[in-house]
């Protein structure tokens, strides 16, 4: 159960990747972490003789094939994907372009796709591996100025949980990792980006929300490097979980979707049962 693996992971040059490449590390595990700057992959993890960095960005088909490619060259197999890559694209829906939100679906939802799709094929002549796609309490409940982002990893969440179904003959696993509030970079300026059309209706609104947003920026009550240390103990175990509520307020979300589904469902249960066919 605690044999040494090898460990893809993206965004490994900043926020939570770092931590979780170091922790996989520490517990004695071979790992390749990748990011769209090496240099700053390098820069945040130092030298080791376990660690492979290479260049990868995940909205890039290529790339990602071409990172297991390097990574069976000189690991010979990949164990677990870590899907980290991530940004945040914050505002109003109206305020979000086009442009704003496909981009946001690239990385966060097409961009994990494109990842396993290319760590899928070595991992099934293997008959084993795991996936961990890092979502969040935006894949389980909606929330104002999240539009685009809980729009993908909402995507996330049903992909994965299908995804899961498919490849388990195979002996894939798969593990949904839903954080709080975390202090990581996400909220900062390198991961953060803003709508950039303007409407009368939300101005207030908006100028209030980046300015709690940006004052909650190193502020978050989750800590990474305990986060990280957990999937690494999870990621042991013979059968991960599907799901993994990360942090209190991540339990007290999953608790609370699960309260208002069972309200919903009951709320008009007769006439929800009564859409059957006629059998006269």
Same mark, same amino acid.
């Given at each position: 159960?605690? @044999?040494k693996?090898v460990?893809l ?7 939570? &990747?770092?931590d #979780?490449? $170091?922790a =996989?590390?520490a517990a ?10 090496i ?19 995940v909205?890039?088909? %290529?790339d990602?094939? =071409?990172a297991?490619? =390097? %990574?069976?060259? $000189? ?17 109003f829906?109206?305020?979000l372009s086009?442009d ?8 966060l939802?097409?961009?994990?796709m494109?990842v396993?799709?290319?760590v899928?094929?070595?991992?099934r002549?293997?008959? @084993? *591996?795991?996936?961990?796609t890092i979502s969040s309490? !935006?894949?389980? %409940?909606?929330?104002?100025f ?5 729009a993908?990893k909402?995507g996330v969440e049903?992909w994965?949980?299908s995804?899961?179904?498919?490849i !388990?003959?195979f &002996?894939?696993?798969?593990m949904?990792?839903e954080?709080?509030f ?5 909220l900062?300026d390198? @991961?953060? #980006?803003?709508?950039?059309l303007s ?5 207030? $609104?908006t100028t209030e929300t980046?300015a709690?947003?940006? @004052?909650?920026n190193g502020?978050? *009550? ?13 990621? *042991?175990e013979?059968?991960?979980?599907? $799901?993994?509520?990360?942090? !209190? ?6 608790e609370s979707? !699960?309260?208002a ?6 709320a008009?249960r007769e ?6 066919h006629s059998?006269?």
């Amino acid at each position: 159960m605690n @044999s040494k693996k090898v460990w893809l992971i993206t965004g490994a040059g900043r926020g939570m &990747g770092v931590d #979780i490449a $170091r922790a =996989a590390l520490a517990a004695g595990h071979d790992v390749v972490a990748t990011g769209r700057d090496i240099g700053k992959v390098r820069k945040a993890l130092g030298e080791h003789e376990n660690l492979l960095v290479l260049k990868l960005d995940v909205t890039i088909p %290529t790339d990602a094939l =071409a990172a297991v490619s =390097a %990574t069976a060259e $000189r690991f010979g197999h990949i164990d677990v994907l870590v899907n980290n890559a991530g940004n945040f694209y914050g505002g109003f829906f109206e305020e979000l372009s086009t442009d704003q939100v496909r981009s946001q679906l690239e990385t966060l939802l097409f961009g994990p796709m494109n990842v396993t799709r290319a760590v899928l094929p070595p991992m099934r002549k293997n008959r @084993s *591996g795991l996936l961990i796609t890092i979502s969040s309490t !935006a894949g389980i %409940t909606g929330g104002v100025f999240c539009s685009a982002y809980a729009a993908a990893k909402f995507g996330v969440e049903g992909w994965m949980e299908s995804l899961a179904l498919e490849i !388990a003959p195979f &002996g894939i696993r798969t593990m949904l990792v839903e954080p709080g509030f975390f202090r990581t970079d996400l909220l900062g300026d390198e @991961s953060t #980006i803003y709508g950039e059309l303007s409407v009368d209706d939300y101005a207030a $609104r908006t100028t209030e929300t980046i300015a709690n947003w940006k @004052s909650m920026n190193g502020k978050q *009550g989750g800590d990474p490097a305990k986060l990280a240390d957990a999937l690494v103990k999870l990621a *042991g175990e013979h059968e991960p979980p599907v $799901r993994f509520a990360a942090g !209190a307020d991540a339990v007290q979300t999953f608790e609370s979707k !699960a309260n208002a589904l069972l309200a919903q469902a009951n709320a008009h249960r007769e006439l929800s049962s009564s859409l059957s066919h006629s059998t006269e």
